[in-house]
């Protein structure tokens, strides 16, 4: 493993870090056997290799904003009335490890943050 490599993993594994630490978790409630992220939600990455996609997976308060941010300095995506299953998808400029985040827009520390990394093709 070259230098480049070793360095790239390490980035990554800095920005896990830091998407653990800022992906706000509530404790469960009686029957749920894991601390929860709400709202939470999956990640699929375009044909095109520069497109995510994300997919609403959890999703307590479906009549709260729910606010989207793509880690790569764009604007925002501000959505009301989501329901699980609910797909929203970004395209990226530059190939890079980014930190999406989805939080409520009610100022609760409610949310979730993963890492996705887009490599982009010539």
């Known amino acids: 493993m070259?230098?480049?490599?070793?360095?790239?993993?390490?980035?990554?594994?800095?920005?896990?870090?830091?998407?653990?630490?800022?992906?706000?978790?509530?404790?469960?409630?009686p029957g749920e056997s894991e601390t929860v992220r709400d709202p939470d939600f999956s990640i699929s990455q375009g044909?095109?290799?520069?497109t995510a996609t994300v997919t609403i997976?959890?999703?307590?308060c479906p009549e709260k904003e729910?606010?989207?941010d793509w880690g790569d300095l764009s604007q925002t995506q501000t959505r009301e009335s989501l329901s699980v299953g609910t797909q929203l998808s970004h395209t990226y400029e530059a190939s890079d490890t980014y930190i999406i985040q989805a939080v409520y827009e009610d100022a609760s520390?409610?949310?979730?943050?993963?890492?996705v990394t887009i490599p982009l093709s010539s």
């Open 57 to 60: 997976t959890g999703l307590s």
């Open 109 to 115: 520390t409610d949310g979730a943050a993963h890492l």
């Open 47 to 50: 044909a095109d290799n520069k």
């Open 2 to 29: 070259g230098i480049e490599d070793q360095m790239r993993r390490g980035a990554s594994d800095v920005l896990r870090g830091a998407a653990d630490a800022i992906s706000p978790k509530r404790e469960p409630t």
């Open 66 to 68: 729910v606010i989207v």
